[in-house]
C-alpha cells in the first residue's frame, strides 16, 4: 500500500488495538521484532502492518517461542511476506513443536504418578 494510504498510529493505539503494553511494544522494537518511525517531534508511530505483526509476535510467545526465535523468522511476522525467507520458520516451529511435545509427555507421566498415588489413575 503506498505510505500516503496508510494510517498511522501512535503507540497507546497499537497498545489499545493488540492488548500488548506499551512497555511490551518498545521491547520488541528493541529486540528487532518490530519497526517504527519517528514524527518531527520523536514519538513512535507504527502503520496497520504493525497490528498483525504484534499479535503474531505474541502468539508465538504463548507457544513457547524465544525472542531468539522470533528474531529468525521475524521478516515473516507481518502481512507482506518474504517466500524466499518464511520457509525457513518451518524449521523453528518444528523443533517447538517437538519441544512442547516432548514436555507434555514428561508431564503426562508426572500427573499419572501422582494421580496413583492419590488412587485416581494408573499405576
Same mark, same amino acid.
Given at each position: 500500500?503506498?505510505?500516503?494510504?496508510?494510517?498511522?498510529?501512535?503507540?497507546?493505539?497499537?497498545?489499545?488495538?493488540?492488548?500488548?503494553?506499551?512497555?511490551?511494544?518498545?521491547?520488541?522494537?528493541?529486540?528487532?521484532? *518490530?519497526?517504527?518511525?519517528?514524527?518531527?517531534?520523536?514519538?513512535?508511530?507504527?502503520?496497520?502492518?504493525?497490528?498483525?505483526?504484534?499479535?503474531?509476535?505474541?502468539?508465538?510467545?504463548?507457544?513457547?517461542?524465544?525472542?531468539?526465535?522470533?528474531?529468525?523468522? +521475524?521478516?515473516?511476522?507481518?502481512?507482506?511476506?518474504?517466500?524466499?525467507?518464511?520457509?525457513?520458520?518451518?524449521?523453528?516451529?518444528?523443533?517447538?513443536?517437538?519441544?512442547?511435545?516432548?514436555?507434555?509427555?514428561?508431564?503426562?507421566?508426572?500427573?499419572?504418578? *501422582?494421580? +496413583?498415588? *492419590?488412587?485416581?489413575?494408573?499405576?
Amino acid at each position: 500500500m503506498p505510505e500516503m494510504y496508510r494510517t498511522r498510529m501512535r503507540i497507546g493505539e497499537l497498545s489499545e488495538r493488540t492488548g500488548a503494553s506499551r512497555r511490551s511494544l518498545r521491547y520488541y522494537e528493541q529486540q528487532g521484532l *518490530l519497526e517504527s518511525r519517528r514524527t518531527d517531534l520523536g514519538w513512535r508511530e507504527y502503520d496497520d502492518e504493525a497490528v498483525v505483526r504484534v499479535r503474531n509476535i505474541r502468539e508465538l510467545f504463548a507457544s513457547g517461542l524465544t525472542v531468539a526465535d522470533l528474531q529468525l523468522v +521475524a521478516p515473516c511476522l507481518g502481512q507482506r511476506i518474504d517466500p524466499e525467507y518464511c520457509h525457513r520458520t518451518l524449521e523453528i516451529y518444528r523443533r517447538r513443536l517437538d519441544r512442547l511435545e516432548t514436555q507434555i509427555s514428561t508431564l503426562s507421566g508426572h500427573r499419572d504418578r *501422582l494421580a +496413583a498415588r *492419590l488412587g485416581e489413575g494408573p499405576e
